[in-house]
């Protein structure tokens, strides 16, 4: 590889491919529909606390683990680009995330929370 | 090193020097991957590792308070002083929206940095025109986030005026080792905010930029994925 073409190659990666991958990047108003839908979400996250059958309901917690999952994964896909970046910056991330989890739940069956 | 003093060919000693075209011209690493971003990411990664040992700690507590004030049940103390549950989810669902939309303000920020200098269409409305003021966007969310610190402290001020501190009982200790953890976070993103906001000011913020807005965007959104998962698993499971 010439050093040009290195440069360059280091200059997009360093960006995130932000060049090659610009057109793939949400817009404005796809980044303002991202936070109606996390908005909503949060609503029927709130509405569901106050209302006593579905608190009181076996699936209510999982729902809510569910929903909070959702906005993790909308944010961090969208807003944080991941879906659009370079795979090692995903690796690094992905892997950390499931290594922390294992390492909560670990923790938890430790002092027999399940 | 022989990559590394040929990526150099402008007698650049740093990290990045800049051009006349607007862009930064990079060294050549051995990923080809700009090394500030590579270490966000594996700092987040380790916050991951901090936030999962703290809220894990959280749960394995939850419950097993022996005193009040309990987060979502009453309590009545040996001298008949009634406590009502502590927890007061309409003012943090307020501060959760207020802190999710301080996320969709910081992805505007970095696109209207991204932007800056290309032309807009003489026809273009308020809204596309609002987009591409890097400053607006970037107060924004330094405002937004301040206001989530403002209901943060509203909240810690209400608990110990209620009662509870780190010390009184273990919900307690959890509780607000957690959530300070994470406002001392919001704290740190508001600072960084406001010194890019004073960088875009004095000298402007431009595409060559791009870099140093998006690291701070990356640590702000971590900032806020945190919080959702604290405002569902402390605030809203009981």
């Given amino acids: ?114 | 090193m022989a990559s590394h003093a040929a990526a150099a060919p402008h007698g650049s000693t740093g990290a990045t020097a800049g051009h006349d075209d607007g862009h930064e011209h990079h060294h050549y690493t051995t990923t080809g991957l700009d090394n500030r971003k590579i270490a966000i990411w594996a700092f987040l990664g380790s916050e991951c590792m901090l936030f999962a040992s703290l809220i894990s700690t959280y749960l394995i507590y939850k419950g097993k308070s022996l005193v009040g004030p309990f987060p979502h049940t009453e309590w009545v103390n040996e001298a008949g002083k009634h406590f009502e549950p502590i927890l007061d989810i309409p003012v943090t669902s307020a501060s959760t929206a207020v802190l999710l939309m301080s996320s969709f303000a910081m992805v505007l920020a970095l696109q209207a940095v991204q932007l800056k200098g290309k032309p807009i269409a003489a026809t273009a409305g308020w809204w596309e025109r609002i987009q591409r003021s890097s400053q607006f966007w970037l107060a924004a969310t330094a405002f937004l986030g301040a206001t989530f610190l403002g209901f943060q402290a509203y909240e810690f001020t209400s608990f110990v005026h209620e009662g509870l501190t780190i010390k009184t009982n273990l919900f307690g200790s959890t509780f607000f080792t957690l959530t300070g953890f994470h406002g001392a976070h919001v704290t740190v993103g508001v600072l960084w905010l406001m010194t890019l906001l004073w960088i875009d000011r004095t000298r402007g913020l431009g595409p060559k930029d791009e870099l140093i807005v998006d690291i701070c965007a990356l640590y702000w959104h971590f900032v806020d994925v945190v919080w959702i998962v604290i405002f569902t698993l402390v605030y809203l499971i009981s």
């Fill in chain 1, 1 to 114: 590889m010439s050093h040009d073409a290195k440069h360059n190659a280091t200059h997009d990666a360093a960006h995130g491919t932000a060049h090659a991958g610009e057109s793939h990047h949400p817009t404005g108003n796809q980044y303002l529909k991202i936070a109606i839908i996390l908005t909503i979400i949060t609503a029927i996250e709130v509405w569901a606390y106050y209302i006593p059958a579905l608190v009181e309901s076996p699936l209510f917690n999982p729902a809510l683990i569910f929903m909070s999952a959702l906005k993790f994964g909308i944010v961090v896909l969208y807003y944080m680009h991941i879906k659009f970046d370079h795979p090692l910056f995903r690796l690094l991330f992905t892997a950390s995330l499931i290594l922390a989890l294992c390492t909560g739940t670990a923790l938890m069956f430790l002092f027999k929370v399940f």
